[in-house]
């Protein structure tokens, strides 16, 4: 495993026209996909330096914490990025759903 650490890691990551970047988030035990969401170069470095997970909001144009009005937080076992640095996969030990709508992970859904 190549692994990097704090602003080396920001500073190799491949974030597109907007500054973001995609965020697979994986339940660490299970295996589980639970989300995926967007993250800029703060809120990568604010999820390394806190270890929880915090993105960006494409709608509201903000920065926010998974969890703060919830208390569904995601504590960050390991960060990975790809072969091309341009998306994360985060696990994490989820707290209660993942999903807005309560469900444990937003991919409840089968379309075929």
């Known amino acids: 495993m ?16 907007r500054g973001l970047i995609p965020a697979i988030v994986q339940d660490y035990k299970s295996k589980d996909v639970l989300m995926i969401a967007y993250m800029n170069k703060e809120s990568v470095q604010i999820t390394l330096e806190e270890g929880r997970t915090c993105f960006y909001s494409r709608s509201r144009q903000k920065l926010w914490r998974k969890g703060e009005t919830s ?3 995601q504590r960050v076992r390991e960060i990975w990025y790809d072969c091309d640095a341009d998306a994360l996969l985060v696990q994490v030990d989820q707290q209660g759903a993942a999903c807005h709508t309560g469900e444990w992970s937003c991919f409840y859904r089968k379309l075929k």
């Open 71 to 73: 208390g569904h937080v």
């Open 2 to 17: 190549n692994e990097r650490k704090g602003k080396e890691l920001v500073n190799e990551l491949k974030f597109d026209s």
